[in-house]
C-alpha cells in the first residue's frame, strides 16, 4: 500500500524501533469509497441470510456468493 502511495511510514519520535504508518492524502480519499463498498458487501450479506432462513450455513455460503459475483458484475 505504500508503493501504491496510500499509505506513509514515519520513524517513531519517542520509539527508534517503531513506525508511524499513516494514510497519505491519495488514501484518505480511498477512505469514503472503500467503506461504500463495505456497507454494500454487509447489505448484500444480510440479505443473502436472510433468503436462506435457518437452512444452515453452507446454504447461506453459497447465496453469498452468487449475492457477490452478480453484484461484481454490476
Sequence with gaps: M???GLL?????S?????????LSEKG???RQPAT???????QIAVEA????GQEGFMTA???LERAYTAARRT
Excluded: G
Design 36 to 42: 461504500d463498498v463495505w456497507m454494500t458487501l454487509e
Design 8 to 12: 506513509t511510514r514515519e520513524p517513531s
Design 2 to 4: 505504500e508503493d501504491a
Design 28 to 30: 484518505e480519499a480511498m
Design 61 to 63: 455460503a453459497a447465496e
Design 49 to 52: 441470510i436472510q433468503k436462506t
Design 14 to 22: 519517542n520509539d527508534r524501533r517503531a513506525m508511524i504508518v499513516s
